[in-house]
């Protein structure tokens, strides 16, 4: 079952890491960074993710991303570790034409979020988490026995990554989703196995325990709504607490759940959707969006705008107009004021909606 068309694009980070990211949607801008057992080329086939998809880009542009080490994105010989982590955010927001959207994070997301926001303030709207911590299990100081149990879980998802039997095949996915139905467990299972090698995993997961924000986290200045499960097994719930308490001004929502991954199919989903549509900033649609109106672009903007909505970046259009790199920008950067658009995903949706960008993709 696929979902809407999303274009794929790649990105460099700053290490060279290549990443992957795709837009889906139409509305303001929405970055999600969920949890990284996900695929672009999967998701909207996954009974776990395409709800969230679906709910997500019911009213909003909505950009995503392979992890590093993950999905589409570059896997091998990677470093990972929360500053490379924000590295990738940094490439993808300006990759996809970001200059202010909102944030949706989760997990390990959740705590590079922040951490993005403090170091670019007024760039996040509003930041809504879900399951998210302040520091990871190692950072906030772990007992004897829980370092005995963490060597052990991650020497289990290495063993059993390609193992078919369910006492290993669905250990890393029981533990996200305890209440999961066994379809969906063997749904999630399947994809953590084509979405990184089990080094990979491994050494994800060991940067997420290290992660540490504690310190940042009051410098959060945007509306901010923190959303947690009660009996999330993988980040506890008091940390969900501690993220609310820190941040000013933020809202804190407990969720009747046990789920780390939240189901659609759960009493708890339905409040998440609706305290997430009550937070999010409401989007401003023109009363016909077929019939927009390009009067007030320039000749050369409409031409640009034409290019864009076909799907080429910067260089490649500065190639073809044979005009300077710089010059595309600032064009661009007009072509947004005058549509009231934020993003590339944004501009290249309305000039669709008008009739342009509709030919082949003849890059010279």
């Known amino acids: 079952m696929s979902g809407p068309a999303q274009q794929i694009r790649f990105c460099k980070s700053r290490d060279g890491t290549g990443i992957a990211y795709a837009t889906c949607g139409m509305g303001p801008p929405l970055l999600w960074i969920g949890h990284w057992v996900r695929h672009l080329e999967l998701d909207w086939d996954s009974p776990v993710w395409r709800p969230w998809l679906s709910m997500l880009t019911r009213h909003h542009s909505v950009v995503r991303y ?7 994105s570059d896997r091998k010989g990677i470093q990972f570790s929360l500053e490379r982590h924000i590295e990738d955010l940094e490439a993808v927001v300006t990759a996809a034409g970001l200059s202010r959207f ?20 007024g ?15 190692v950072a906030r100081g772990m007992a004897h026995e829980q370092v005995a149990e963490t060597h052990t879980n991650f020497k289990m998802v290495e063993l059993g990554w390609f193992d078919e039997r369910p006492a290993y095949g669905q250990f890393f996915t029981t533990l996200h989703m305890p209440d999961s139905s066994a379809d969906r467990l063997r749904s999630h299972n399947e994809l953590l196995r084509q979405t990184t090698s089990p080094a990979n995993a491994v050494a994800l997961l060991r940067a997420f325990f290290e992660a540490d924000v504690l310190e940042i986290v009051p410098q959060v200045r945007c509306p901010t709504l923190v959303l947690h499960a009660r009996e999330d097994a993988i980040i506890p719930f008091e940390e ?21 991954i939240l189901q659609d199919n759960e009493p708890a989903w339905q409040q998440f959707v609706s305290e997430l549509d009550d937070f999010l900033p409401p989007s401003e649609k023109p009363a016909d969006m077929s019939r927009l109106s390009l009067d007030e672009l320039t000749r050369r903007e409409r031409e640009i705008l034409e290019i864009v909505a076909r799907g080429l970046n910067n260089y490649e259009i500065a190639a073809r107009l044979r005009i300077s790199e710089k ?38």
Request: charged share 15%.
């Open 327 to 364: 010059t595309v920008r600032n064009h661009v950067s007009a072509i947004f004021s005058k549509l009231g658009v934020n993003s590339r995903a944004q501009a290249v949706a309305r000039a669709r909606d008008a009739g342009l960008g509709r030919g082949q993709v003849d890059r010279q």
């Open 66 to 72: 392979d992890w590093r080490g993950c999905g589409l």
């Open 240 to 260: 969900g607490r501690l993220v609310a308490s820190l941040i000013p001004g933020a809202r804190f929502v407990p969720l009747v759940s046990r789920n780390h």
């Open 123 to 137: 760039h996040v709207s509003h930041l809504a988490l879900y399951g998210s911590q302040t520091r990871g299990a």
């Open 102 to 121: 909102t944030l949706l994070a989760s997990g390990g997301g959740g705590t590079m979020a922040m951490a993005y926001i403090v170091r670019h303030p």
